[in-house]
C-alpha cells in the first residue's frame, strides 16, 4: 500500500518562502508521477505541480510558475516543493499526489499540510 506523507507546511508573510516535503513508501515509485494539489476554504481541489520519478518531467499551474519549483530525491523517495514569493492567494491545505504512469486519475494522497500566507 501506497502511504504519502507531507510536512513542512506553517505560516508565513507574503514574500516569503516555504518547502513542503512527501515522503512516499510502500512500492517502488520508478514508474509513477507525483504531483502537489492544493485545496483553499470554498474553493475546489486544484493541480499545482507535477513530476515523474523516471526522468524528472514536470508540469506547473500557471498561478505558480516562476515561484514553485518541485523535484525528487530519489534515494529518499521524497518529493519537494519548493514555494518562494508566496502570496495570500497561496493559502491553502496541499496534498501530495500519486499515480502510476502518466495518465489516469491519482489514486494516491497524503493527509495534507496547512500553508498559511499572510499579507
Known amino acids: 500500500q501506497v502511504q504519502l506523507v507531507e510536512s513542512g507546511g506553517g505560516l508565513v508573510q507574503a514574500g516569503g518562502s516555504l518547502r513542503l516535503s512527501c515522503a512516499a513508501s510502500g512500492r517502488t515509485f520508478v514508474s509513477y508521477r507525483m504531483a502537489w494539489f492544493r485545496q483553499a476554504p470554498g474553493k475546489e481541489r486544484e493541480f499545482v505541480s507535477a513530476?515523474?520519478?523516471?526522468?524528472?518531467?514536470?508540469d506547473y499551474a500557471d498561478s505558480v510558475k516562476g515561484r514553485f519549483t518541485i523535484s525528487k530525491a530519489n534515494t529518499k523517495n521524497t518529493v519537494y516543493l519548493q514555494m518562494n514569493s508566496l502570496k495570500p492567494e497561496d493559502t491553502a491545505v496541499y496534498y501530495c499526489a500519486a499515480r502510476i504512469g502518466t495518465m489516469g486519475a491519482y489514486a494516491y494522497w497524503g493527509q495534507g499540510t496547512q500553508v498559511t500566507v499572510s499579507s
Open positions: 513530476i515523474s520519478w523516471s526522468g524528472g518531467n514536470t
